[in-house]
């Protein structure tokens, strides 16, 4: 028999004109059906993918929920949405503020673009500049808080949000303490069954990336409830792996310090007080991943699957290829939750080791093509008319002794100096095919074509 993960006296469903006294209380999958149906016209059904490539490459069936396809790039929306729609009317008029390294930030200003109501994310000082902007497009004020060292980026940022509660009188919207966040989030899990249901399939396990714990007790409360035999697993990136060692404890503990990740949005000081009730019932297990399985995660996701995964959103797939899971289910039906995709390209490509500036290096190569195309063009020409020069044959004069005619000679510079013109036609060819000009490159597609007909014609 598998226990219950919900907590005792459930909270009824959400009505708008409901005002939360605070944080504390119990959700159950009755609230995850609430936000379900409140969501629906607000939301994508993000697709459940499946790639032959992935399945060969673990020896499993994977079934990838494509979150990072979600409005707002990430699964955030749907909790911060489902939080926005319960504000009382007077809440909505003040305006909310809440602390995000950047996806329930992003999420949460989109839901309130929606809604039309004022919202104030506080951010880490070095969180992605994409991630700040877009929170900005959305009609979300930002501020950045300070970086401390030895402080963690969210307890910082989550003291600025409380002062900024206060002083401007806003109501505060936790990430993943807040009921109505955890509740929004469980209809991901909601559209997972539908989904499996839809392809026939039965998952043997769930794999969720984890920070506070949000998106996984949620999942795990429709879990239970739909996929009673699927199997839930966390997974979070080396040195915030706080779940793992909490679930161990059977109490939460923290991260200490700030270690370093390339995993942004999963950098959460501790298990939530809301959460880990949930999570410490139903979970099968935690397990973490370094950075460079993550790296090699993303890349896979890209090439196979065709989307693209900020760090913490290609966890959990880091998990499988990197076979972290038990025997019994390595080999079976597992569905992976691709939380987000919100990073730029050149974040993208310098996690995994690309090398920067691509563009630009391209641009000065093409440059400096140019400018030897120009001078070789410009040597060549004056090659053309210094030929030109000498065999030019005008009246001839008077003739000279033998002895101080070079008619030789003059022959021997024409023949020298058609050979050199030829040769910079020849040196002006490569650097434009090694320019990436023509069909690879900026010019027009017959470009280079026309070129090389044109120099074979001259050298004939």
């Not at 602390?99 to 929606?114: D, E, P, V, Y």
């Not at 490509?349 to 400096?368: H, I, N, P, Y």
């Amino acid at each position: 028999a598998v226990a219950s993960c919900e907590t005792t006296d459930p909270l009824p469903p959400c009505k708008l004109t409901e005002k939360r006294q605070n944080m504390a209380g119990h959700v159950s999958v009755t609230d995850v059906d609430a936000a379900a149906k409140r969501l629906k016209q607000y939301i994508h059904r993000t697709p459940l993918l499946e790639s032959i490539a992935l399945n060969n490459l673990t020896g499993a069936r994977i079934l990838v929920k494509a979150e990072c396809l979600q409005k707002a790039g990430s699964f955030k929306i749907r909790g911060a949405m489902n939080r926005v729609l319960c504000l009382s009317p007077e809440e909505k008029k003040k305006g909310v503020v809440a602390f995000s390294s950047g996806n329930f930030g992003q999420g949460l200003a989109a839901a309130c673009g929606i809604l039309q109501v004022k919202c104030t994310i506080v951010m880490p000082g070095d969180a992605p500049e994409s991630k700040q902007e877009r929170a900005r497009s959305y009609g979300a004020r930002v501020v950045l808080s300070d970086i401390v060292p030895g402080i963690n980026r969210e307890v910082s940022a989550a003291e600025v949000a409380q002062g900024l509660a206060s002083s401007e009188q806003l109501t505060l919207l936790h990430p993943f303490e807040d009921l109505d966040v955890i509740a929004g989030q469980g209809t991901c899990a909601l559209e997972i069954s539908e989904q499996c249901r839809e392809v026939g399939a039965q998952p043997d396990a769930l794999i969720i990336p984890i920070g506070g714990g949000g998106l996984t007790a949620g999942c795990c409360l429709a879990v239970q409830r739909e996929m009673p035999a699927c199997k839930v697993y966390a997974v979070e990136p080396e040195g915030y792996d706080d779940h793992v060692r909490s679930l161990a404890a059977g109490k939460r503990l923290a991260v200490e310090g700030s270690p370093p990740s390339i995993c942004d949005s999963l950098q959460a000081v501790s298990p939530g007080a809301n959460t880990f009730p949930i999570t410490s019932k139903c979970l099968a297990g935690a397990t973490a991943v370094s950075d460079a399985q993550v790296r090699h995660a993303m890349q896979v996701a890209f090439e196979t699957l065709q989307i693209v995964l900020e760090p913490g959103g290609a966890t959990s797939l880091a998990v499988v290829l990197s076979q972290k899971l038990p025997m019994e289910i390595q080999a079976k039906t597992i569905c992976i939750v691709a939380s987000g995709g919100n990073l730029d390209l050149a974040k993208f490509a310098k996690v995994l080791g690309c090398k920067q500036g691509v563009e630009s290096q391209r641009g000065a190569a093409r440059t400096r093509g140019l400018s030897r195309c120009l001078g070789a063009g410009a040597l060549g020409a004056l090659g053309v008319l210094a030929a030109l020069l000498l065999l030019r044959n005008p009246s001839p004069p008077p003739t000279p002794p033998s002895y101080l005619s070079p008619p030789p000679l003059r022959r021997f510079l024409s023949l020298s100096l058609s050979f050199v013109f030829r040769l910079f036609l020849v040196l002006v060819l490569g650097i434009v095919q090694r320019a990436g000009w023509g069909t690879s490159g900026g010019g027009s597609p017959g470009f280079y074509a026309e070129y090389q007909q044109t120099l074979n014609e001259c050298l004939l």
